[in-house]
C-alpha cells in the first residue's frame, strides 16, 4: 500500500530529483510475482485475511479516547471508594448477590477418600451503586450492545465472600486477581446488577461415596456455595443459570445431571442465618471395564465349571481336574482384578458376584468327588442308585446357580437397561452384551435343571417299580412260612 500511495503521488517528488518510475515498476511486479507465490491457505498478513472478506462485521469498541476512560476510572476509583466496605442499597437491607457455576471439567473423583475435583467458573454479581456512570456521559455516545463493559481490576473493588464452603484444601481463599466487568447505568437498569465477576477455579471438595452397587453405583455430591462470614441479614444469595460444557466426564464417572436450590441454614458457632446456594451433582461410573474384564469371564467360568458335571463317572479323573481348573481360574481372575477394587471395609455388589461364583465353582467339583465316592463304596444295595444320585446332585447345583445368578442380576437389571440406552453411561454394547449373556446362562441353567429333572423323573419311577416288585417278591418268600407257623 505504501508503494501505491507514493507511486500515485509524483508532485511530492522534487524536479531535480532523477526518474525512479522504471525501478518502481520493477518493484512492483516483483511484489505482485512474490504474492502470488505464496501459498494462500497461510497467510502472513492479518489485514489481507480480513480485507478478502468484506461481509466480516468487526465490533466497535465502546471507547472514544484514551482521556475519557483514564477520566471515568479516576472519578470511579476516587479515594473516597473504600474497597472493604460493603456497597449499601439506596433502599437499605441487604445487598443481593446473584451466584452461578460454569461447569468445565471433572478432574478426578476419588470415592475412597470421599474427595471430588472440578473445574468450575464462580459467577457473581451485584450492585454497587458506588461504581454507577452514564456511558453517554462518559464517552458522548451510549453503550447499545451488551457487551459494552469495562474491565477492572478484583483487588481495587470491593467483593463479597462468598466460597466453597464444603472445599477441602482452602485455595480460594487466595485471591486469584481474576479480573471483573463493570457495565453502565442502563444495564444496571434492566437486570439490577453493574459488577460481573467470573472466577476460574479448581475446588477440591467433600463427597461420601456409597459403592453398595460397585461397579454399577451412581453417585450424588453436593456443592455448598455461601458467605464465609456474611449472615443474610447483610448479604442474600440469589441463584442464577448455571452452565456445564458438553460431556463432563473421567475415565471413571460421568456427571448426569445437576441441580441447584437455595437453602438457610444456622451457624456452627453464632445464632446466625446464612444463605447457601446448593448443587446437587449426580454421577455415574462406567462399567465397562468391569464388566468385560470381570464379570463376564467370571461368569463364564462358573458356568463351565457347572458344566463338568455332565461328564460320566466313567470320566471321573478328567471332571474333577476340570472342575479344579475352573476353581482356580475363578481365583486367578479375583487376584488379577483386585487392584481395581476400592479398598473399603463395606460389603459391594462385585464381593457378593464373586463369592458366589466362587462357592457354585467349589459345590460343582464336590459334587462329582460325592458321587464317585458313594459309588466305590456301595453304600446300600435297595437305595438309589448313583446314577440317580448325579442327576439329584445336578438339579440341586443347577437350580442353586438360577437362583444366585437371578438374585445376583435382578438388582442392577433395570439399571443396566437404562443405561443402554443411554451414550453417556455404560457403554451401549457391553451393556447390551452382559444382558444379553445372563439371560442366556438362565435360559441354559433352567435347561439344564428341566432335563435334569425330567432324567431324575424317570428315574424315580424305574426305582419306585424296582423297589414294589423287590418289596412283593419278599412278601411271597415269607408267606409260606408264616401259613406252616399258623397249623403248627
Not at 265 to 286: H, K
Not at 289 to 312: D, E, K, N, S
Not at 462 to 468: E, L, M
Amino acid at each position: 500500500q505504501n508503494v501505491v500511495t507514493v507511486w500515485r503521488h509524483p508532485s511530492a517528488w522534487q524536479a531535480n530529483e532523477p526518474n525512479f518510475a522504471p525501478m518502481m515498476w520493477l518493484l512492483i511486479v516483483f511484489v505482485a510475482v512474490a504474492c502470488a507465490s505464496v501459498d494462500g491457505s497461510k497467510p502472513i498478513n492479518v489485514t489481507a485475511v480480513s480485507f478478502h472478506f468484506p461481509s466480516f462485521d468487526a465490533p466497535i469498541s465502546p471507547f472514544v479516547s484514551q482521556q475519557q476512560l483514564e477520566a471515568l476510572y479516576d472519578d470511579l476509583l476516587r479515594p473516597s471508594y473504600n474497597k472493604n466496605m460493603p456497597p449499601v442499597p439506596r433502599s437499605g437491607g441487604a445487598i443481593n448477590v446473584g451466584v452461578g457455576v460454569n461447569f468445565v471439567k471433572l478432574k478426578s473423583f476419588d470415592v475412597v477418600s470421599g474427595t471430588l475435583t472440578l473445574v468450575v467458573h464462580l459467577r457473581l454479581c451485584w450492585r454497587d451503586d458506588r461504581l454507577q456512570f452514564n456511558s453517554q456521559k462518559a464517552f458522548r455516545s451510549s453503550w447499545n450492545s451488551p457487551a459494552d463493559r469495562i474491565v477492572l481490576n478484583s483487588n481495587l473493588v470491593w467483593n463479597p465472600d462468598v466460597v466453597f464452603l464444603n472445599e477441602v484444601d482452602g485455595r480460594q481463599f487466595r485471591h486469584d486477581g481474576a479480573p471483573l466487568l463493570l457495565t453502565d447505568d442502563r444495564f444496571l437498569e434492566k437486570t439490577g446488577v453493574n459488577v460481573l465477576w467470573q472466577r476460574p477455579l479448581e475446588i477440591e471438595t467433600k463427597c461420601r461415596a456409597d459403592l453398595s452397587m460397585f461397579p454399577f453405583d451412581s453417585q450424588s455430591c453436593e456443592l455448598r456455595i455461601g458467605s464465609w462470614a456474611t449472615s443474610r441479614q447483610y448479604l442474600q444469595l440469589e441463584p442464577q443459570q448455571l452452565y456445564t460444557e458438553n460431556n463432563i466426564h473421567t475415565q471413571e464417572f460421568n456427571m448426569t445431571d445437576v441441580e441447584v436450590k437455595k437453602a438457610i441454614v444456622q451457624g456452627n458457632v453464632s445464632l446466625e442465618y446464612f444463605d447457601q446456594v446448593v448443587f446437587s451433582l449426580q454421577f455415574q461410573r462406567f462399567a465397562h471395564y468391569h464388566v468385560i474384564h470381570f464379570i463376564l469371564p467370571m461368569l463364564t467360568v462358573t458356568m463351565m465349571a457347572i458344566g463338568t458335571m455332565w461328564m460320566g463317572r466313567d470320566h471321573v479323573g478328567p471332571r474333577v481336574n476340570a472342575g479344579m481348573k475352573m476353581v482356580l481360574a475363578v481365583l486367578t481372575v479375583s487376584f488379577i482384578t483386585a487392584r481395581q477394587r476400592p479398598p473399603v471395609g463395606v460389603d459391594i455388589w462385585l464381593d457378593k458376584f464373586q463369592t458366589h461364583c466362587f462357592l457354585l465353582t467349589v459345590v460343582s467339583v464336590a459334587e462329582g468327588m460325592m458321587v464317585d465316592f458313594i459309588g466305590d463304596t456301595k453304600w446300600c444295595a435297595y437305595c438309589l442308585s448313583v446314577s440317580v444320585l448325579d442327576r439329584l446332585g445336578r438339579v440341586v447345583v443347577v437350580s442353586a446357580a438360577w437362583a444366585v445368578v437371578e438374585w445376583d442380576f435382578s438388582s442392577v437389571s433395570w439399571e443396566l437397561e437404562q443405561r443402554g440406552r443411554q451414550t453417556d453411561g455404560i457403554t451401549e454394547e457391553s451393556s447390551d452384551l452382559l444382558i444379553s449373556f445372563v439371560q442366556g446362562v438362565l435360559y441354559l441353567l433352567a435347561a439344564f435343571a428341566a432335563s435334569s429333572i425330567a432324567s431324575l423323573f424317570y428315574e424315580l419311577l424305574v426305582f419306585a417299580r424296582k423297589w414294589r416288585s423287590h418289596q412283593n417278591a419278599h412278601q411271597h418268600q415269607e408267606l409260606p412260612t408264616t401259613v406252616g407257623k399258623a397249623v403248627v
